[in-house]
C-alpha cells in the first residue's frame, strides 16, 4: 500500500509563494498518476492540479491556472506543487493523492476525487490578507 506524506504548508502573505511536497512510499511511484486536491472549511474538497505517472501531461483548474506549476521527480518519489500569487481564496489543506495507471490508460491525468485511491493526510495553507 503507498503512503503519502505532504510538507511544506504555511502562513504566507497574499502574492507570496509556497512549495508544497509529496514524498510516495510502498509502491511504484513511477506508474502512479498524482494529484493534488484542496479543501477549505464548509466547502468540499476540488482539484487543483494534476500530473501523468511520466510528467509529460498535466492539468490545473481554472482557478489556479498560471498560477500554481505541478512537477515530479520519480528518482525521489516526489510530486511538487509551486504556488506563486498566492491569494486569501488559496487558504485550505492541500492534500496529495495518488492512482496507478494502466497500459491501456496511456500517460494520463487524472481530475477527479474518485479517480484516486491513496491520500495523504494534508497540509495547511492560509494566506493572509
Known amino acids: 500500500q503507498v503512503q503519502l506524506v505532504e510538507s511544506g504548508g504555511g502562513v504566507v502573505q497574499a502574492g507570496g509563494s509556497l512549495r508544497l511536497s509529496c514524498v510516495a512510499s510502498?509502491?511504484?511511484?513511477?506508474?502512479?498518476?498524482m494529484g493534488w486536491f484542496r479543501q477549505a472549511p464548509g466547502k468540499e474538497r476540488e482539484f487543483v492540479a494534476a500530473?501523468?505517472?511520466?510528467?509529460?501531461?498535466?492539468n490545473y483548474a481554472d482557478l489556479v491556472r498560471g498560477r500554481f506549476t505541478i512537477s515530479r521527480d520519480n528518482a525521489k518519489n516526489t510530486v511538487y506543487l509551486q504556488m506563486n500569487n498566492l491569494k486569501p481564496e488559496d487558504t485550505a489543506v492541500y492534500y496529495c493523492a495518488a492512482r496507478p495507471v494502466y497500459s491501456f490508460q496511456g500517460d494520463n491525468y487524472f481530475d477527479d476525487t474518485h479517480e484516486y485511491d491513496v491520500w495523504g493526510l494534508g497540509t495547511q495553507v492560509t494566506v493572509s490578507s
Open positions: 510502498g509502491r511504484s511511484f513511477s506508474t502512479d498518476a
Open positions: 500530473i501523468s505517472y511520466r510528467g509529460l501531461n498535466t
